[in-house]
């Protein structure tokens, strides 16, 4: 039994599912049954009983979870104390991130963390990856999340991807296309599509999904947005968005204030994660952030 085990039960007993447990660990679905799987094995107990719709905790279950949580915050509070007695936690952080999608994942943890460390600053800045590398090169940031495809031959900058980020076709509530299924791609495309520049390169089988479908590439992006703009622009057109699947984003499509279109032969996403400078020249305090992103948000790649 190891920590990760340990929070990832946890996260299913919180959400009451294993997809939406799975979704908030980022990681699949299988990966998820299958360490909770070995976790009962090892212990020889049930922990979880599947019901219709909800996943609830056995009384081992039940047992494990409330000592899960004392373990976490005791470990958590452990690493606290000893990086205050080593001097980390009264500095500052810079930290630059997507508009899109980003934010939202980044705000809950960035959040935690400076409850954790109440002397520590942490500033940062939304703009397009050119505009946060272009910041990130000349020292001004401390690391990035985002799409982790850059520029080739670049020794200077690591991008280490930590997740896969799948993205939607995405209408207000109010759209003539709203809950239709097996729509099109050439349907959908009878609307404005709004995307922003970067993902032609970023979104894998971007081209391959057009060229496919009999279609030129749509029209040009629109640009970098942020989530509240593209949610108020949906709301009051007829407007078609290619959104990524996280934040507030997904929460709007759950609350049914959003509707994602449903277009099998759409498979879209991108690589997210870390890019920062490979000269090792972090602060403490930006290594321990860095280091917190990639553990919150690390997952297996396919």
Same mark, same amino acid.
């Given at each position: 039994?190891?920590?990760?085990?340990?929070?990832?039960?946890?996260?299913?007993?919180?959400?009451?599912?294993?997809?939406?447990?799975?979704?908030?660990?980022?990681?699949?679905?299988?990966?998820?049954?299958?360490?909770?799987?070995? $976790?009962?094995?090892?212990?020889? !107990?049930?922990?979880?009983?599947?019901?219709?719709?909800?996943?609830?905790?056995?009384?081992?279950?039940?047992?494990?979870?409330?000592?899960?949580?004392?373990?976490?915050?005791?470990?958590?509070?452990? !690493? =606290?104390?000893?990086?205050?007695?080593?001097?980390?936690?009264?500095?500052?952080?810079?930290?630059?991130?997507?508009?899109?999608?980003?934010?939202?994942? #980044?705000?809950?943890?960035?959040?935690?963390?400076?409850?954790?460390?109440?002397?520590?600053?942490?500033?940062?800045?939304?703009?397009?990856?050119?505009?946060? $590398?272009?910041?990130?090169?000349?020292?001004?940031?401390?690391?990035?999340?985002?799409?982790?495809?850059?520029?080739?031959?670049?020794?200077?900058?690591?991008?280490?991807?930590?997740?896969? $980020?799948?993205?939607?076709?995405?209408? /207000?509530?109010?759209?003539?296309?709203?809950?239709?299924?097996?729509?099109?791609?050439?349907? !959908?495309?009878?609307?404005? $599509? %709004?995307?922003?520049?970067?993902?032609?390169? !970023?979104?894998?089988?971007?081209?391959?999904?057009?060229?496919?479908?009999?279609?030129?590439?749509?029209?040009?992006? #629109? /640009?970098?947005?942020? =989530?509240?703009?593209?949610?108020?622009?949906?709301?009051?057109?007829?407007?078609?968005?290619?959104?990524?699947?996280?934040?507030?984003?997904? =929460?709007?499509?759950?609350?049914?204030?959003?509707?994602?279109?449903?277009?099998?032969?759409?498979?879209?996403?991108?690589?997210?994660?870390?890019?920062?400078?490979?000269?090792?020249?972090?602060?403490?305090?930006?290594?321990?952030?860095?280091?917190?992103?990639?553990?919150?948000? %690390? %997952?297996?790649?396919?």
């Amino acid at each position: 039994m190891d920590l990760r085990q340990l929070r990832y039960f946890c996260a299913v007993v919180d959400q009451g599912s294993f997809n939406r447990a799975a979704e908030a660990l980022n990681i699949s679905p299988p990966a998820l049954s299958l360490s909770i799987k070995k $976790l009962e094995q090892e212990l020889a !107990v049930t922990l979880l009983e599947r019901k219709p719709g909800r996943v609830l905790p056995t009384s081992f279950g039940n047992c494990l979870y409330t000592n899960a949580q004392q373990i976490q915050a005791c470990v958590e509070s452990t !690493v =606290d104390q000893l990086n205050r007695i080593r001097g980390i936690g009264n500095g500052r952080v810079n930290v630059g991130l997507l508009p899109y999608g980003i934010p939202s994942a #980044m705000g809950e943890l960035i959040g935690r963390f400076c409850d954790r460390y109440p002397g520590l600053r942490v500033q940062t800045a939304l703009g397009s990856y050119a505009y946060l $590398l272009g910041r990130l090169n000349e020292g001004e940031l401390d690391f990035m999340v985002s799409e982790v495809t850059g520029p080739a031959g670049n020794r200077r900058i690591v991008h280490e991807p930590l997740f896969r $980020l799948r993205y939607g076709l995405v209408v /207000g509530q109010r759209h003539p296309l709203a809950g239709k299924r097996n729509l099109g791609l050439a349907r !959908v495309m009878e609307y404005r $599509l %709004a995307y922003a520049s970067t993902w032609r390169v !970023v979104l894998e089988n971007w081209d391959q999904t057009f060229t496919e479908a009999g279609l030129s590439p749509p029209p040009p992006p #629109m /640009g970098e947005a942020t =989530d509240d703009f593209l949610k108020a622009m949906l709301a009051n057109c007829n407007m078609v968005a290619v959104l990524p699947m996280i934040g507030t984003i997904k =929460d709007a499509i759950e609350s049914g204030e959003l509707a994602e279109l449903h277009v099998p032969r759409v498979d879209w996403y991108s690589r997210v994660g870390l890019v920062y400078r490979s000269d090792d020249g972090l602060s403490p305090d930006a290594r321990l952030l860095l280091e917190e992103t990639r553990r919150e948000l %690390a %997952a297996p790649l396919n």
